[in-house]
């Protein structure tokens, strides 16, 4: 901070973090200076030139950074899809930013670069998901050219029985989607007994893991569509297209 100019402010990922979400901030550190500074570069640092509005900086940490609002939408401008959507799900999730706010900035910033990743990133959020690799796996469906899945449905048995919330459900397929972290090692006698329930419900269910999720996306969306077709067949399910 005590080497940017007055009137910088932290930005990109680096207010992203500053913000709280859960992203790398400092390779490199991202600063935003005024248009008109005397200076193009600070070794460590990636600089942007751009007008500051006084709504468009806030003291988050003690330390300046662009507003949240302005943050995600700059950071999703330049992200992959997938990864904008992994960082608009947190930050919705944990009530950092609300969609109309986006969408707003989203109006007001038309020849933006980047401007049309944001839009589809906000079209594809989800305030529900609960994790960066959950969000991920929705993503490889949806991405995959799969209907999108709802996201964290509680599911009940016929005698309304809370049994389970599942990560994403497709309702008239009645097929659930997890992702398994590493926490599901420590977990695995509750969740088999978790899984049996499910299945007695009448509940099929497909497991990930991140191996699936990052180095086998087609064979799990392979293995998402056969479950789907089979329940099209079969009379309850979604007709896939494509």
Known sequence: MRRLPAGAAFSGLTAAWLHGLDVEPCNPIEATVAADAGVSSRSGMALRRSILDKDDVVRVRGMPATSIVRTLAEVCCRLSLMESVVVLDEALHHRRVRVEQLSVW?????????????????????PAAESPMESR??????????????????????????????????????????????????????????????????????????????????????????????????????????
Do not use: W
């Open 106 to 126: 989203a109006q007001h910033n038309p020849g933006r670069r980047g401007i049309c990743n944001l839009r589809r990133a906000i079209e594809h959020a989800e």
């Open 137 to 242: 796996l929705r993503m490889t469906i949806v991405l995959g050219g799969l209907p999108r899945p709802k996201a964290q449905v509680p599911i009940h048995d016929d005698r309304g029985r809370f049994l389970a919330r599942l990560d994403l459900y497709y309702q008239e397929a009645r097929l659930g989607i997890e992702y398994d972290g590493g926490h599901h090692r420590d977990t695995l006698a509750e969740d088999n007994r978790r899984q049996n329930k499910l299945l007695n419900a009448g509940i099929r269910l497909l497991r990930f893991t991140r191996s699936d999720v990052m180095n086998a996306p087609n064979l799990l969306l392979d293995q998402v569509r056969a479950m789907l077709t089979a329940a099209s067949a079969g009379g309850r399910g979604l007709q896939l297209v494509g």
